[in-house]
T-cell receptor, first 110, second 114 residues
Framework: DAKTTQPPSMDCAEGRAANLPCNHSTISGNEYVYWYRQIHSQGPQYIIHGLKNNETNEMASLIITEDRKSSTLILPHATLRDTAVYYC???????????FGSGTRLSIRP | GAGVSQSPSNKVTEKGKDVELRCDPISGHTALYWYRQSLGQGLEFLIYFQGNSAPDKSGLPSDRFSAERTGGSVSTLTIQRTQQEDSAVYLCAIPGLRNTGELFFGEGSRLTVL
C-alpha cells in the first residue's frame, strides 16, 4: 500500500470547517483513500473513503485532487467532539493488511 | 464496536506470565485483524487472517506472540512470557459486510504488564 503523509497536529475553532490534508503521491490506480479517526481511549472509527471522485456522507467530505496525489478531509462544522487523531490510509479495497500511519491530532478549540 | 467483542477489557499481569486475548466477531466475516496501540502511539499492525489462507504474521513483534482463528470466527492472541513493553491496548478489527474496505474495530483489551 502507498505511504501517506499527514501533519502531526492541527487545530480549528469550534463551528468552523476543519480541513485535514493528506499526501499520497505514490498512490496506484486501484488504491482507495480511506479516513479513520480515533477519539481518546476508543477504537478507530471509519469516516469515509473514495477512489477519485469527491465523496460526502453524514460525517465528512473527502476531496481528492485530480492527480490523486493528495486529498483533504473536511469536517464542515467542527465540534468539540471532533477532537481526535485522524488517519489517512491508502489501500486497495480488497482484503489485505492495513497499515496506519501516525495521523493528525486535531484539536477543536471553543 | 458493533460487531466485534473483545475480552478481557482490562488485564493486569506480572512479567513472565502468559496472556490470552480474545476477539469474537459476529458471523459472516472472513477477515480479521489484530493491532496494538501503546500509550500515546499510533496503531501497530500485528496479524491479519483471511479465510482459509495462511495468516499474514508480518507485524508480530517477536516469537512470543501468536494468534489463531478457529472455525473462521473467534480469534485468540497469545503473548507468552509477557514483558513490560507488551503493555498496550490490543485491538481487533473486521471488515464491513459491504466489502468496500472499511474496518470496524472492537473496544480493545488493555494489557498492563507489571
Amino acid at each position: 500500500d502507498a505511504k501517506t503523509t499527514q501533519p502531526p497536529s492541527m487545530d480549528c475553532a469550534e463551528g468552523r470547517a476543519a480541513n485535514l490534508p493528506c499526501n499520497h503521491s505514490t498512490i496506484s490506480g486501484n488504491e482507495y483513500v480511506y479516513w479513520y479517526r480515533q477519539i481518546h481511549s476508543q477504537g478507530p472509527q471509519y469516516i469515509i473513503h473514495g477512489l477519485k471522485n469527491n465523496e460526502t456522507n453524514e460525517m465528512a467530505s473527502l476531496i481528492i485532487t485530480e492527480d490523486r496525489k493528495s486529498s483533504t478531509l473536511i469536517l464542515p462544522h467542527a465540534t468539540l467532539r471532533d477532537t481526535a487523531v485522524y488517519y489517512c490510509i491508502v489501500r486497495v479495497a480488497v482484503a489485505s493488511k492495513i497499515i496506519f500511519g501516525s495521523g493528525t491530532r486535531l484539536s477543536i478549540r471553543p | 464496536g458493533a460487531g466485534v467483542s473483545q475480552s478481557p477489557s482490562n488485564k493486569v499481569t506480572e512479567k513472565g506470565k502468559d496472556v490470552e486475548l480474545r476477539c469474537d466477531p459476529i458471523s459472516g466475516h472472513t477477515a480479521l485483524y489484530w493491532y496494538r496501540q501503546s500509550l500515546g502511539q499510533g496503531l501497530e499492525f500485528l496479524i491479519y487472517f483471511q479465510g482459509n489462507s495462511a495468516p499474514d504474521k508480518s507485524g508480530l513483534p517477536s516469537d512470543r506472540f501468536s494468534a489463531e482463528r478457529t472455525g473462521g470466527s473467534v480469534s485468540t492472541l497469545t503473548i507468552q512470557r509477557t514483558q513490560q513493553e507488551d503493555s498496550a491496548v490490543y485491538l481487533c478489527a473486521i471488515p464491513g459486510l459491504r466489502n468496500t474496505g472499511e474496518l470496524f474495530f472492537g473496544e480493545g483489551s488493555r494489557l498492563t504488564v507489571l
